[in-house]
């Protein structure tokens, strides 16, 4: 008897290892290493703050909106950044960041474009300006147009997500406070404030509704593949939110995903999913081990499907997939453009 114990015994602890080690197993994603990236630099000086990283319908660019308030066009190692467009505020001598003078006491003046997406049919470039609106831009670039500055009476104090219906032209972004602007961006997340919107600009109509308002947080956002909703990055709580354009829940909001890190923009991939970068995780240490998550991908159903790690200095603020597994990274803090390519067998591990 005492040795059928035994083995009992030996068989439940064996029974509960696996417990244990099945649900991490169960848990890992492949994970990209983005230690090693190529550099787009910025041109010298203080300049900094690529946020978000756009392609146009030839495929040229990236283009990028920077601290000075200007959309930046990359043209390749020969000639590096140029200028693509502007707001009517901008000036090099009012704009340019100084020691004595850092972006955060001009961009108010200036601007601060965050969210950059092509419309590809027409060339126009839209762009989330922070303390302008909604602006618009021709193709070829020059002084940005602006379309919506408050909606529904109220101002817009922290425009910062972008996309555009490729169907219909319309374009979707959000202001992610009604209280704080983009300089107080800290107190949007300390204080929980609930009062971002996720609105439409109607191309046809030049109308701009509000969709849902009493959002927490909303910051980055992208079109489904399907078109049918719009999944949004709420940064403060972690979470992606799932907006429903069409169907049966047409005008309802709801959980997509809980993330372990606080999201910023959010970027369609190749597969029907999203890649969304992270700023920082929720538990990260300033102290240990100098790697973080960067940012994850996450399939149609809201599942984790993929990460990509690095050192705890880069806080990315968008991911764009292009061809030839290149993935482009934004940053509103680093004075460049960074390149991570997946090495072949990370590629075939991609759902």
């Not at 000086?45 to 990028?64: H, I, T």
Request: proline residues 5%.
């Amino acid at each position: 008897m005492a040795s059928g114990t035994r083995g009992l015994g030996a068989t439940i602890m064996a029974a509960l290892l696996l417990l244990l080690i099945l649900p991490s197993a169960a848990a890992a994603v492949p994970s990209i290493d983005a230690r090693l990236t190529r550099h787009l630099p910025l041109p010298q000086g203080l300049l900094r703050g690529p946020e978000s990283v756009a392609f146009d319908a030839k495929g040229n660019g990236p283009y990028s909106g920077v601290s000075d308030g200007r959309v930046l066009k990359w043209n390749g190692d020969t000639l590096g950044w140029t200028t693509y467009a502007y707001n009517s505020d901008y000036s090099s001598e009012a704009c340019t960041a100084s020691v004595l003078r850092p972006e955060t006491a001009t961009e108010s003046h200036c601007g601060r474009p965050l969210g950059l997406r092509f419309h590809l049919k027409s060339g126009y470039l839209y762009v989330a300006d922070a303390y302008k609106g909604l602006l618009r831009v021709a193709p070829g670039g020059g002084e940005a147009t602006v379309l919506v500055t408050e909606v529904d009476g109220a101002p817009l104090r922290f425009t910062n997500g972008v996309d555009v219906d490729q169907v219909t032209g319309d374009v979707y972004f959000t202001d992610s406070s009604m209280t704080y602007q983009r300089s107080q961006h800290e107190m949007v997340t300390r204080t929980g404030d609930s009062t971002g919107r996720l609105m439409r600009y109607d191309l046809r109509t030049g109308k701009t509704v509000v969709l849902k308002s009493g959002i927490t947080y909303p910051n980055g956002l992208a079109l489904s593949a399907d078109r049918t909703h719009l999944v949004i990055s709420s940064t403060g709580p972690c979470k992606l939110l799932r907006y429903w354009i069409n169907g049966s829940k047409a005008g309802t909001i709801e959980l997509f995903a809980d993330l372990p890190g606080y999201p910023d923009n959010v970027r369609p991939d190749k597969t029907g999913g999203y890649w969304v970068a992270l700023h920082r995780e929720k538990t990260e240490l300033p102290f240990g081990v100098d790697s973080h998550l960067l940012a994850l991908r996450i399939n149609a159903d809201g599942k984790i499907v993929e990460e990509m790690r690095g050192p705890k200095g880069v806080r990315p603020t968008e991911i764009v997939e292009r061809k030839g597994g290149r993935l482009f990274m934004g940053s509103v803090e680093l004075p460049y453009v960074a390149v991570v390519t997946r090495k072949i067998k990370d590629v075939g591990l991609i759902n």
